[in-house]
Structures are given as C-alpha cells and as structure tokens.
C-alpha cells in the first residue's frame, strides 16, 4: 500500500459526481453535531470540514428538530459556490424514547423540504433522498405510513419541477424500489453498506450501471447489535498496522477503491477524526490489500429492524 493520492490534490479522495454537481468523494454526514456537542465546537468542525476540501454535506431537518441544519448555516452561510448539502425526507421529529416518527406521506415530504430551505436558509436544496419504510434497518411503515412509492415520487418531481429541490436521491432501498424509481431520474441511493455488510452489493452494481452515485452510511459498521465494526475486523487491523494508519481509513480506502460512484458521508464530532476520514481519500491500496480485504467475509442477508439503525446512519 502506498500513500500517494488517486485523485487531485485538494479534492478528498478525488472527483465524484452526484447528480450533475462534481464534489470530492469524501464528504461529511452531520448527524453528530446536534446539541450534545458545544455549538462553537461544531462551527469549528464544519468550517474545517470546508478548508480541507469537502464540498458534500450530508443532513436532514429531521436531526435534532432542525438544530443540525441551523448549525451547518451558522457555520457555513453564505455557502461555498461548489458546496452541495444533500438532506433526507420521510421522517419527523416526535417525543418520547424514540425521538423520531415515519413521515412518508408526500405532504409530509413536502413539509420536510421546505423545513430544509428555512432551517438551511437557501432557495433549493441540492438532492433530497427519499428514506424509505418497507425494509429495515430502522422503523417500518405501518397503517397511514405505508404509502407506495409511485404517490411519494410524484411529489418528489413536483418539488423539483418548482425548483425546490434540485434533484432526488432514495435511501434504504432495494433492488426493485431502485428500479422503479430510476425512471424519475434518481442520482443518489444511500444503503447501509461497508466491508463486512454487503447486502447491497447487486444496488451498487445497478446504480454503478445507471450512473447514480451510491453514499453508503454505516461505512465503517455501527456499534448496534448486528453491525459490526470494520475498524475491529483482524483482517483490517493488520493492514493498517503494516501501513501505518487507522482501521478506519483502511475501512473507508476500501469503500473508494471498490466502485468508482461510492461517495463518502462519514460522520464524526472530533476534527481529529474528520481529519482523519479525509486522509483517507489519500491512500492507494495494493493489488493485494484489496485481494485481501474483499475475501473478508462480509454479511449477505437482510438486517433487523432495530430501531437504532434508523438514528445512526452517518
């Protein structure tokens, strides 16, 4: 393995494209950045996020009621010409143990993208994906909320034919949803998937195919039950020892090497992390790291439905 960067310098883990915007491949999910970490703490973060190239923030209105969105216009306004800021609909914020609620119907799509515009403080947001409830991991569809997919993509266009939306993503689908929906011209997918989790392998082979950008979350696995953590697997461990850097920059060089459409979103609170996940976007791994890492034996099946999954995707 080398340290040599594949892509141009300044450009974290060289070009990519979603939809027709050019961003670096390695860019940043904000989840983490509600009111448990300090406000300045988080300012600081984003800014630093935008000095070291990254130019694909990744929200959605419903992370802390808003408060994630308030924060990256806080940190960011007036925003970067190349920065794009893709966000999530098909959730709400609710109260109780669980502090969110399935929001699928397409008026509530629209509610949640218009949030998105106030709370970011722009005319239009880049992508919106829509977060789908028929398949786990996180909370499934039940009585109103389940809605087929072919009244949520009407909505979804429409949003775009009025300029709200620049274009539209899918997220936690499978193999027939994104068939359906490619015909709207969809560019992003964003599936659970890394190196032990490839469940959604024959997704990232289709939207490879349809030129849509595939954004995995749980890139490096999560510590809920029934996804495990890349950074502990001792195949990846002994990589990056004999290479000098993280578990989890081998975790994550692995992602950018297997397809050229994955785009990045690790999501961090230390500026020390976030430097290290686009540090990553510099390693070339060998012909034979790669060998090595795609024998690891990675998960085939379908996940639970745990709850948790649904608050953690960064």
């Known amino acids: 393995m080398t340290t040599e960067s594949p892509g141009s310098p300044g450009i ?48 959605a209105s419903f992370y802390d009621d808003g408060e994630v969105n308030r924060r990256i216009r806080r940190a960011l306004a007036p925003y970067p010409d190349d ?94 949803t994104a ?42 696995g999560s510590a809920f039950p029934g996804f495990p953590k890349v950074s502990d697997n001792p195949v990846v461990r002994t990589i990056a020892a004999e290479s000098g850097v993280t578990p989890a920059q081998i975790g994550l060089a692995w992602l950018l090497a297997h397809a050229p459409n994955i785009l990045l979103i690790a999501g961090t609170a230390s500026v020390d992390h976030l430097e290290q996940n686009v540090r990553a976007g510099d390693i070339t791994l060998s012909d034979k790291a790669i060998a090595a890492l795609d024998a690891v034996p990675g998960e085939r099946s379908p996940h639970g439905d745990g709850v948790e999954a649904f608050l953690d995707e960064s």
Request: aromatic share 4%.
């Open 12 to 59: 974290p883990g060289g070009s990519g494209t979603i939809g027709t915007q050019p961003v670096a491949r390695v860019g940043y999910g904000a989840m983490a950045l509600g009111p448990r970490v300090p406000i300045d703490d988080a300012v600081a973060l984003l800014r630093r996020a935008v000095e070291l190239g990254v130019n694909h923030i990744d929200t």
């Open 83 to 176: 920065l794009v800021i893709v966000s999530k609909v098909g959730a709400r914020p609710a109260t109780g143990p669980v502090p969110l609620a399935l929001a699928q119907r397409p008026a509530e799509l629209r509610t949640a993208v218009e949030r998105d515009l106030a709370e970011l403080g722009v005319d239009r947001i880049a992508v919106a994906n829509l977060r789908r409830a028929d398949i786990g991991p996180g909370l499934i569809a039940e009585g109103d909320q389940v809605v087929d997919l072919d009244d949520q993509l009407a909505e979804m266009i429409a949003l775009r034919d009025e300029g709200k939306i620049a274009a539209i993503g899918m997220s936690n689908i499978d193999l027939d």
């Open 179 to 220: 068939r359906r929906a490619a015909p709207a011209g969809i560019v992003c997918i964003q599936n659970a998937y890394n190196l032990l989790d490839r469940t959604s392998e024959e997704l990232l082979g289709f939207a490879r195919q349809q030129n849509i950008a595939f954004v995995p979350y749980f890139p490096l």
